[in-house]
Every structure is written in structure tokens, then in C-alpha cells.
């Protein structure tokens, strides 16, 4: 399976000021998913990021405030926007494992984001 | 919403027990799967199984499915503090562009 690598691990920021989150893949892939995990709480999919073409975004989550991008097969980026108390929470990307013939995903090691 | 809900929300056994982990989801799937997190980390894929299939193993790992009652279990044997963390089943949505949903999680604790 692919193996992810993710930064920033943890950060704390302030109010009101954006952070980037970077995920490296060490294999092409055509689809590069990105979660969100509150605290104590289960996943959340923000969106879909696929090369080539603008992410989509699930219900609740909007480009403005997490734009993403996809330069290549094996490189995304998620920026957290203007954020607030509320966005504290690991930041997980992850990616398909298409060898099994299902849905089988791999995860970056996490971004655990406190904002003050 | 989520798709998948355990039971229970949290266990703690003692090392060398076994720990059983139940998950119901809503709509048809044509897998479910297992995954383990460790510390607010990224999580490890453990098991699938596909609705085909009714029973799987996997080293100490047992993970039945029943898709009558819309349900599944995971069975961790002789439990280890190293397998201390949380569970969590996932179902991948039908269609072309699939997505995984999460259920909320067990945490486990497997006391030394």
C-alpha cells in the first residue's frame, strides 16, 4: 500500500490566520481524500481532491474556507481559512488502495491543528 | 450522517481477554470494513470483509457480518495493551466515485 507523508504534524494557531497542510504520496493516485476529526468524535469527509480538476466538497464544507489543491498524482495541499476555535481538530488525508479491488484507504499520520 | 454506529463506546478489559466490537450501519453495503487508530493518529486498515461473506479472520482478528440485521462485529483474541486504541467500521458508499463513512468509534483499553 502507499505510504503518506503528512505536515505539519500538530501547530497551534491563532484566530483568524490560515495554515496549509501538506500531503505527499509515494505512489501516483488518482483520488486523495481529505477528513476531518473533532475531537473524541468519528471522521468526516471535507472533500475529494483529484488531479487535474477543481476538489469536490461534501455537504457543510466550502472551497473558501478549505481550498485544496492538486498539482499532481502524488501531491496535495489543504488550507485551513481564517480559522476559529471551532477548526481545532486532526486534519487526516488519505488515499485509495485500488489493489483490493475496494475502497481501502490509507492514512497520513494525522495534523492536529489547536486554534487560540 | 454517519453510517456505520458501534457499541459499545468504550471497553476496558484485561490483557489476555477478548473484546468484542459491534457495528450497525443503515443501507446496503457491498463491504465493511475495520480500522484501528492509535492516539489521535492516522488510522491502520485492519480487516474487510465483503457481503458476500458471513465470517473472516485475520491473525487475532474475527470480524462476522450479518447483512439480514444490518450488523458486525469485530473479535480481537487475547488481547494485548498494544492493541489499546480506537475502532472504528466503515462502509464505502455504492457508485463510481465511492467514499468511505465512519462509524463514531470504540475506544478500547486493554489494561496490563
Known amino acids: 500500500s502507499a505510504v503518506i507523508s503528512q505536515k505539519p504534524s500538530r501547530d497551534i494557531c491563532q484566530r483568524g490566520t490560515s495554515l496549509t497542510i501538506q500531503c505527499q504520496v509515494d505512489?501516483?493516485?488518482?483520488?486523495m481524500f481529505w477528513y476531518r476529526q473533532q475531537p473524541g468524535q468519528s471522521l468526516t469527509l471535507i472533500a475529494t481532491a483529484n488531479q487535474g480538476s477543481e476538489a469536490t466538497y461534501e455537504s457543510g464544507f466550502v472551497i473558501d474556507k478549505f481550498p485544496i489543491s492538486r498539482p499532481n498524482l502524488t501531491f496535495s495541499t489543504l488550507t485551513v481559512s481564517n480559522m476559529s476555535p471551532e477548526d481545532s481538530s486532526i486534519y487526516l488525508c488519505?488515499?485509495?488502495?485500488?489493489?483490493?479491488?475496494?475502497?481501502?484507504?490509507?492514512f497520513g499520520a494525522g495534523s492536529r491543528l489547536t486554534v487560540l | 450522517s454517519q453510517q456505520g454506529e458501534e457499541d459499545p463506546q468504550a471497553l476496558s478489559i484485561q490483557e489476555g481477554e477478548n473484546a468484542t466490537m459491534n457495528c450497525s450501519y443503515k443501507?446496503?453495503?457491498?463491504?465493511l470494513q475495520w480500522y484501528r487508530q492509535n492516539s489521535g493518529r492516522g488510522l491502520v486498515h485492519l480487516i474487510l470483509?465483503?457481503?458476500?461473506?458471513r465470517e473472516k479472520h485475520s491473525g487475532r482478528l474475527r470480524v462476522t457480518l450479518d447483512t439480514s440485521k444490518k450488523s458486525s462485529s469485530l473479535l480481537i483474541t487475547a488481547s494485548r495493551a498494544a492493541d489499546t486504541a480506537s475502532y472504528f467500521c466503515a462502509t464505502p458508499t455504492t457508485g463510481a466515485n465511492s467514499k468511505l463513512t465512519f462509524g463514531k468509534g470504540i475506544t478500547l483499553s486493554v489494561r496490563p
Open positions: 470483509i465483503r457481503s458476500n461473506e
Open positions: 443501507t446496503s453495503i457491498n463491504n
Open positions: 505512489s501516483q493516485v488518482t483520488m
Open positions: 488519505s488515499v485509495s488502495d485500488r489493489g483490493t479491488g475496494a475502497n481501502v484507504l490509507t
